[in-house]
């Protein structure tokens, strides 16, 4: 199976998930990516079953639009019932990193109003060791410089992120991305707690303190469910 395949698979079977677990009426929290893409495209066929949506992007809100489904401004919503989104890493604990898309800051504002983060991933995410992949880190762009020498001091190399035409990468809420390769994190609790609290950063793309509580894995074998 390609990596899409899998990824396609895993959407399914988030589809599956909300559509047995989530009442009907109910907002569905909807993150960003291709994981998510196939995602939104699978539970759209049953939009009616939800009130709406609360996205996490600019992307997927065009996309949820697309197939008709109503997105809802976040401060108009007291509860989620679910947040289903991927991730670019998941360690044992259910520990992410996110932010490979850019979303992270919406992101880890809607997964922290969800009662539970559904993770949807194929298997090449899962990690023994966070790390590997560069961590994303949202920032104000004038403290972009200053915020790369503190993640030097951590024996990490950060890179300005580029968009596709070479120009600095903005996020949807105006910032740059720092992405800051050659970490390991064995502790994702304490660097996410730690890198928040420097000033010019507007999100780092650990989600440890609020990680995953249950994760669909896509594999070869099928669908695998872990809860944490
Ligand atoms: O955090 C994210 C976007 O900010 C995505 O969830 C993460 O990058 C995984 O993306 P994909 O499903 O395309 O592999």
Redesign the pocket.
């Known amino acids: 199976m390609t990596q899409d395949e899998l ?1 396609q698979q895993v959407g399914r079977a988030a589809a599956n998930y909300v559509l047995s677990n989530v009442a009907h009426g109910a907002v569905l929290g909807v ?7 196939f995602f939104i495209d699978e539970v759209a066929a049953f939009k009616d079953r939800f009130r709406g949506a609360v996205s ?2 600019n992307a997927s809100t065009a996309r949820l639009r697309a197939h008709g489904f109503e997105v809802l401004e976040l401060n108009d919503i007291e509860t989620l019932p679910v947040y289903v ?4 890493e998941i360690d044992a604990a259910g520990h ?9 800051t919406r ?1 880890k504002i809607v997964a922290m109003v969800a009662q539970t983060f559904v993770c ?3 298997e090449s ?1 899962r990690v023994d060791l966070l790390g590997a992949f560069p961590l ?1 880190v949202e920032v104000i762009p004038m403290a972009s410089a200053a915020i790369a020498r503190r993640f030097v001091d951590l024996d990490g190399q950060p890179t300005l992120r580029v968009a596709k035409d070479g120009s600095t990468f903005v996020t949807d809420n105006g910032n740059w991305v720092l992405d800051v390769h050659g970490l390991r994190i064995p502790d994702p609790v304490g660097l996410e707690a730690e890198v928040n609290n420097w000033p010019g950063v507007v999100t780092v ?1 650990l989600f440890a303190r609020r990680g995953a509580n249950i994760s669909l894995l896509g594999t070869k074998e099928g669908v695998h469910r872990i809860d944490y």
């Open positions: 990824k993150g960003t990516g291709s994981t998510v893409n996490s992007s989104d991927g991730a670019d992410m990193i996110k932010g490979g898309g850019g979303a992270l992101e949807i991933v194929d995410k994303p793309g």
